[in-house]
């Protein structure tokens, strides 16, 4: 892989781990409702899954995904639906002594599953895989440098949210500002679903692979 290729690949993970959406809205949400250590399952769950789904990716599951649309379809609407339901959750929990009940759970296995249905975490595997991988001869070299800096992404960038979430936990507990927090994050969860209708799984690249500056650009705006 070249320094060119590398500095692609930072500034994708760059683009598409800091910004907001339905990972970090999570792991702030979490962190601020259950305290850092309570959110930590979540916020290790996301580059595991992240991870689990690059490395299907990379062996043929995503060529599966591109060439049978109503699969695409339905990751997308199976997520839609679990985050509308995560953020219903969200708005009615408006008390620390709520959050710590089962209604507010979402750990590690969950999050490993909400990346499977995050139609967004598909399209970032399959454009990593597309603009680095696909028809390379040394892929198995590069999927050894891919997947690492892009779960450190993943992992980092939830981290950061977390700490943000669990530094306001104390703050928010008092009077009502937890439960107006907890709608502001319920309000982005479903800003974030209405988003996600207007994305699908892109269709299949070439055999030969595309350049890794063409999948940035239209991953500027992805936020897992």
Wanted: aromatic fraction near 12%; include cysteine; charge should be positive.
């Amino acid at each position: 892989m070249s320094t060119s290729e590398f500095f692609a690949l930072l500034m994708l993970g760059l683009a598409t781990s800091f910004t907001p959406g339905p990972n970090t809205t999570l792991s702030t949400a979490l962190a601020a409702n259950k305290g850092l250590r309570g959110a930590m399952p979540f916020v290790l769950s996301v580059p595991v899954g992240w991870g689990l789904l690059f490395g299907l990716c990379a062996l043929g599951l995503g060529a599966v995904m591109q060439q049978q649309p109503w699969l695409g379809q339905g990751v997308k609407y199976g997520g839609i639906a679990y985050l509308l339901w995560l953020a219903l959750k969200l708005s009615l929990s408006g008390t620390l002594a709520q959050a710590d009940q089962k209604s507010l759970q979402v750990g590690f296995l969950q999050g490993v599953a909400l990346q499977f249905l995050n139609i967004k975490a598909w399209m970032l595997a399959l454009s990593v895989v597309a603009g680095w991988q696909a028809g390379r001869p040394d892929w198995l070299a590069r999927l050894a440098i891919t997947l690492p800096v892009m779960l450190c992404f993943a992992f980092f960038s939830n981290l950061t949210y977390a700490l943000v979430g669990a530094l306001l936990r104390q703050w928010l507990g008092q009077g009502k500002r937890l439960l107006w927090f907890n709608r502001t994050m319920a309000l982005v969860l479903i800003l974030t679903c209405l988003w996600l209708v207007g994305y699908s799984v892109p269709t299949a690249p070439a055999a030969s692979g595309v350049s890794a500056a063409a999948v940035i650009a239209p991953l500027a705006e992805y936020h897992p």
